[in-house]
């Protein structure tokens, strides 16, 4: 014979999957058993919600001083990048560091100069932190809409064709 089932959760309980053991409290079993709407909303200080934006933002400040204090431009800093080693084709990438380096500095002009799109993609980075920031702050969630397939090949379309015309003639100015 087994034994007998507490309702309660204490002991004679029976673990297994879905099925709270016997270390667990009685008010923890009819939680877990509580459908997740029927919980109240977790509470959040200002402190923990601000935590992921400002990091992110703590990470990013970082990696420009780290390029700001060592310049790309300077051969033997930073490995070469190996689509341009290996055929002589700049890559949507070629530049960023050199971008990245004047805007540390201030010099939004040749920023542009070096990549155009790796400035934009700061721009677009700015303006996603910001709103991710407020939505934060005021303790809205902050998972937004959600990018979808349409997005990601409209992306690679622009990188394809950012690559293309800056390896061609025409798009000389895009070289850094």
Do not use: K, Q
């Not at 001083?65 to 070629?94: F, K, W």
């Not at 500095?105 to 990549?115: Q, R």
């Amino acid at each position: 014979m087994s034994e007998p089932v507490a309702p309660d959760g204490g002991p004679g309980s029976v673990s297994g999957p879905g099925r709270p053991g016997p270390s667990w409290p009685a008010a923890a079993c009819r939680a877990a058993a509580r459908p997740a709407a029927a919980r109240p909303p977790a509470r959040r200080g200002p402190v923990r919600r601000l935590a992921a934006p400002l990091g992110a933002m703590a990470a990013v400040v970082a990696s420009f001083a780290l390029v700001g204090l060592v310049d790309p431009n300077e051969p033997g800093h930073y490995p070469a990048c190996p689509l341009l080693a290996l055929t002589g084709i700049y890559c949507p990438a070629c530049g960023g560091l050199r971008s990245a380096h004047a805007v540390a500095h201030g010099d939004l002009a040749t920023a542009a100069g070096a990549n155009v799109l790796a400035v934009a993609g700061y721009v677009a980075f700015a303006l996603f932190w910001a709103a991710w920031t407020v939505r934060a702050a005021r303790g809205l969630p902050t998972a937004g809409p959600r990018p979808g397939a349409a997005h990601w090949w409209v992306l690679a379309g622009l990188l394809l064709v950012f690559t293309a015309v800056r390896n061609l003639p025409v798009g000389e100015g895009l070289t850094p």
